[in-house]
């Protein structure tokens, strides 16, 4: 693939490109509307840099293959959209808990089952947090701009290497579909994963190392010999019911996301500073946002922009201070109100939401409604 500093991007493709430049090998998946373009542009680009393109029977299948693949050391990636994203929540879990990093891209579309598959949502953002059970965080990251699905997918990849931890990028239907105009950075930062510090007899690819340090997985194959299973596991991978084993190993998934949050977790905010009232937008509802910012200032209002970048873990540290300051939190979202119910959490009664769900985009039109009811 050629690369180029000024392209007309589509948002689906930008995101191929992004995994190709972090160095993913292989992508396995399976065609589904609106993330299908992922999948046919890596068709052809993968093979061109030595990788590997495979199209599975299903979505379960399809985490299953990029699980083995990255176990062999190859970075991996799929992309789905929502009942795709449902099948393959079981593979998900097992990546979370066997700590295997992996990149899965969720283009959101409206549901539930079938639903609406052209239409556009944000439906997804609770299922992307807890659509497989079990105490485990993930990290979630929700690109708003054609440039950002080039950009988040490397930095995705990075966060799953550095974590081992398989990472979502949730995009809507419309980031997915968008064409923009875009310059690619001349320069990315690409983590790879580090080899061990020790010798293969004294490798425990689930040991509990001083001060949150994570274990290189070393890829099967170069001499470490190591178990892998679903099951609660002892620091060699064998399943385990000892009380202290069980304990160490679910607290380990937790805290090498809680411990990292400064490192994991980013934001955007626009005209904060003096805001009064606070919007909060992910994806594509918050390209609307800034809008009726700009259209509120205009008017007089002092309103401003958080964007959660991360959508999971939640901003919820940076919420609880900006709610020292503002008055009320508006929160638009293509759904029924699923970002909104985090945002009570830091500030009971006071948000108001705005909800759309028939697959069109909301509007500043729509935001600026609740703004000017707000202000009153």
């Given at each position: 693939?050629?690369?180029?500093?000024?392209?007309?991007?589509?948002?689906?493709?930008?995101?191929?490109?992004?995994?190709?430049?972090?160095?993913?090998?292989?992508?396995?998946?399976?065609?589904?509307?609106?993330?299908?373009?992922?999948?046919?542009?890596?068709?052809?680009?993968?093979?061109?840099?030595?990788?590997?393109?495979?199209?599975?029977?299903?979505?379960?299948?399809?985490?299953?293959?990029?699980?083995?693949?990255?176990?062999?050391?190859?970075?991996?990636?799929?992309?789905?959209?929502?009942?795709?994203?449902?099948?393959?929540?079981?593979?998900?879990?097992?990546?979370?808990?066997?700590?295997?990093?992996?990149?899965?891209?969720?283009?959101?579309?409206?549901?539930?089952?079938?639903?609406?598959?052209?239409?556009?949502?944000?439906?997804?953002?609770?299922?992307?947090?807890?659509?497989?059970?079990?105490?485990?965080?993930?990290?979630?990251?929700?690109?708003?701009?054609?440039?950002?699905?080039?950009?988040?997918?490397?930095?995705?990849?990075?966060?799953?290497?550095?974590?081992?931890?398989?990472?979502?990028?949730?995009?809507?239907?419309?980031?997915?579909?968008?064409?923009?105009?875009?310059?690619?950075?001349?320069?990315?930062?690409?983590?790879?994963?580090?080899?061990?510090?020790?010798?293969?007899?004294?490798?425990?690819?689930?040991d509990n190392l001083p001060g949150g340090e994570i274990v290189p997985l070393v890829p099967f194959g170069e001499g470490y010999r190591y178990h892998v299973t679903g099951m609660v596991h002892d620091k060699s991978g064998f399943p385990?019911?000892?009380?202290?084993?069980?304990?160490?190993?679910?607290?380990?998934?937790?805290?090498?996301?809680?411990?990292?949050?400064?490192?994991?977790?980013?934001?955007?905010?626009?005209?904060?500073?003096?805001?009064?009232?606070?919007?909060?937008?992910?994806?594509?509802?918050?390209?609307?946002?800034?809008?009726?910012?700009?259209?509120?200032?205009?008017?007089?209002?002092?309103?401003?922009?958080?964007?959660?970048?991360?959508?999971?873990?939640?901003?919820?540290?940076?919420?609880?201070?900006?709610?020292?300051?503002?008055?009320?939190?508006?929160?638009?979202?293509?759904?029924?109100?699923?970002?909104?119910?985090?945002?009570?959490?830091?500030?009971?009664?006071?948000?108001?939401?705005?909800?759309?769900?028939?697959?069109?985009?909301?509007?500043?039109?729509?935001?600026?409604?609740?703004?000017?009811?707000?202000?009153?």
């Open positions: 693939m050629k690369r180029h500093k000024d392209l007309l991007l589509h948002g689906n493709e930008a995101c191929a490109m992004g995994a190709l430049a972090a160095g993913m090998r292989l992508f396995a998946g399976y065609p589904i509307t609106p993330s299908t373009e992922i999948a046919e542009f890596l068709s052809v680009e993968l093979p061109k840099v030595g990788g590997t393109f495979i199209q599975m029977e299903d979505e379960i299948s399809s985490m299953g293959a990029i699980i083995g693949a990255s176990l062999a050391g190859v970075k991996s990636m799929t992309a789905t959209s929502g009942p795709g994203f449902s099948l393959m929540q079981e593979n998900l879990g097992f990546a979370s808990m066997a700590e295997i990093p992996c990149v899965l891209v969720n283009v959101m579309r409206g549901g539930p089952s079938t639903g609406m598959p052209t239409r556009p949502s944000q439906g997804d953002v609770m299922q992307s947090r807890w659509g497989t059970h079990g105490p485990h965080p993930i990290i979630v990251l929700s690109p708003q701009s054609v440039l950002e699905c080039y950009t988040l997918t490397i930095h995705a990849f990075n966060l799953a290497e550095k974590y081992r931890s398989p990472v979502i990028m949730l995009m809507d239907g419309i980031v997915g579909h968008m064409w923009e105009n875009v310059q690619l950075p001349e320069k990315i930062e690409v983590i790879d994963r580090p080899e061990p510090s020790v010798p293969p007899d004294w490798y425990n690819p689930y385990t019911l000892v009380h202290e084993e069980v304990e160490q190993c679910l607290d380990k998934l937790i805290y090498k996301i809680k411990n990292n949050l400064h490192d994991i977790i980013r934001i955007e905010d626009y005209m904060l500073e003096d805001a009064d009232i606070c919007i909060v937008a992910h994806g594509s509802v918050a390209r609307s946002a800034r809008e009726a910012v700009n259209i509120a200032r205009n008017e007089g209002l002092k309103v401003g922009l958080l964007r959660p970048i991360t959508l999971w873990p939640f901003p919820r540290f940076h919420l609880e201070n900006i709610s020292k300051r503002v008055k009320m939190f508006v929160v638009p979202e293509m759904n029924y109100g699923q970002v909104y119910g985090e945002v009570l959490k830091s500030c009971p009664k006071r948000a108001v939401r705005v909800t759309r769900v028939d697959g069109e985009l909301v509007t500043p039109a729509q935001i600026m409604e609740k703004i000017e009811g707000a202000a009153l």
